[in-house]
């Protein structure tokens, strides 16, 4: 029904058809006659998430259905009336018009309210209903592209308790007081699930970059995962196969067997665990970091950016994790530039009302914050120094005292603890104003 009222989500977004809003277009369709007032509880989503841009734009107009609504006012509902946060939009059964604002109210409570104004905006494809400042970024004729990074999921069949043994480690399932015990928070599936232990060539394990081990300008140590993958001789990942896999010794062969047989219970027995996970989308052998020395990371999700980076080395036992944003240069002005600017508050502030919110806040930053970013430019003065200014403020947070163990508590509440902590660093004023400069022109 979401194809034939013309809203169906597209790319990334087309899992995440939103029921309420078929409702109400299926429901102006049938049961209203024209010139008809409605008014319906949506969800707050709907005023910035990504699945909701054609409801936002009146595709419905154009459908199979073709659905006439004008909406006219927006309503803010407390946090408190449902479980999740939502909206009341009403309109009037009418031809669509394009509209650049729309009067609203937040309802504070039940003897309180204010009157706001909802105002459309466009930015990188998006547009958007928000009541919200919007903060205009310099405009940039081209931006840095960063990559998602590839599924290694589930996280139970790939990350084990690790114990060095020689040339090999020792795996065994993870617990509540495992190095990577972090995983078990988020584990919904096959948490349960024990892998048989045993002894595996230290060859077949890669370091995994996870938005868990990622504080701001920060990295700590990164997870070893077990993997039916190798890297070819012209840096290309490949999936091992079958034939390679039986020849391998009992206790290699056997547990990758194992990973497949469970991996197929948790995803279903037509799934694939290189096609439909690993390299899902190609995610994984677009990770071809040969030829660079530095890799620049942000998470794709939190209400903020959150990025650092790292030098790479000749081995490339590194794959980034779909939690996270890449990019690879082998410039490390370039790098640092980059990690300045993300952990920005200049470019929060960018991003915030294109965010769609829900119980927890802010969410969702994935390809919005770089698209806000202008490419380096070795020339420009500003950029090289905030180069600098950022190494300054790196080698004064490595001088205080920061707890960075992903075990150590919730990740938020361990990067606001080191944002608190850079907001006090001498270098932290100069950085800050750099970075309003060169992404709002201030």
């Not at 995803?267 to 990770?287: C, F, P, S, V």
């Amino acid at each position: 029904m979401a194809k034939d009222l013309g809203i169906k989500p597209s790319a990334a977004n087309f899992l995440h058809v939103e029921l309420a809003t078929i409702f109400l277009l299926s429901s102006i369709g049938r049961y209203l006659k024209d010139d008809s007032v409605f008014g319906c509880v949506l969800p707050h989503s709907v005023l910035a998430g990504h699945h909701q841009q054609k409801f936002r734009t009146g595709a419905f107009v154009k459908s199979r259905m073709q659905i006439d609504a004008r909406f006219s006012s927006l309503w803010l509902l407390p946090e408190s009336v449902f479980k999740n946060k939502a909206i009341v939009v009403f309109g009037t059964k009418k031809p669509w018009e394009n509209f650049s604002s729309l009067p609203g109210m937040n309802i504070i409570s039940k003897e309180k309210s204010e009157p706001t104004v909802f105002i459309t905006k466009q930015y990188g494809g998006q547009t958007i209903w928000t009541n919200e400042e919007v903060h205009q970024a310099v405009n940039s004729s081209s931006s840095p592209h960063f990559e998602q990074g590839a599924d290694i999921m589930p996280r139970n069949i790939f990350f084990f308790n690790v114990e060095e043994s020689g040339s090999a480690y020792s795996i065994s399932s993870i617990t509540s007081n495992s190095r990577y015990a972090y995983f078990l928070q988020n584990m919904h599936k096959g948490r349960e699930y024990r892998i048989p232990e045993a002894v595996i060539p230290k060859r077949f394990f890669y370091k995994v970059l996870v938005s868990n081990i990622v504080t701001p300008f920060g990295l700590s140590e990164a997870p070893l995962a077990l993997l039916p993958v190798k890297v070819n001789a012209d840096g290309v990942w490949a999936c091992l196969t079958n034939k390679q896999i039986n020849a391998m010794s009992r206790s290699v062969k056997n547990t990758f067997k194992e990973i497949e047989r469970e991996y197929k219970v948790l995803q279903g027995a037509n799934r694939d665990i290189y096609r439909n996970a690993l390299n899902w989308r190609g995610k994984l052998e677009k990770q071809c970091f040969n030829d660079k020395k530095f890799l620049v990371v942000f998470g794709a999700g939190g209400s903020k950016p959150c990025a650092t980076y790292l030098k790479l080395d000749a081995s490339n036992r590194y794959i980034v994790d779909q939690t996270l944003y890449w990019y690879a240069t082998n410039n490390e002005d370039e790098a640092l530039y980059l990690v300045g600017l993300l952990n920005s508050d200049s470019i929060t502030k960018i991003i915030s009302p294109f965010q769609p919110e829900g119980q927890q806040g802010k969410r969702h930053v994935h390809t919005l914050a770089p698209s806000s970013i202008q490419l380096y430019n070795a020339d420009n003065i500003d950029h090289k120094q905030l180069a600098d200014i950022t190494q300054h403020l790196i080698e004064d947070l490595h001088g205080s005292h920061i707890d960075t163990n992903p075990n150590s508590g919730m990740l938020q509440h361990r990067r606001s603890k080191i944002m608190a902590l850079i907001a006090e660093l001498p270098s932290y004023q100069q950085y800050r104003d750099l970075c309003d400069k060169i992404l709002l022109g201030k």
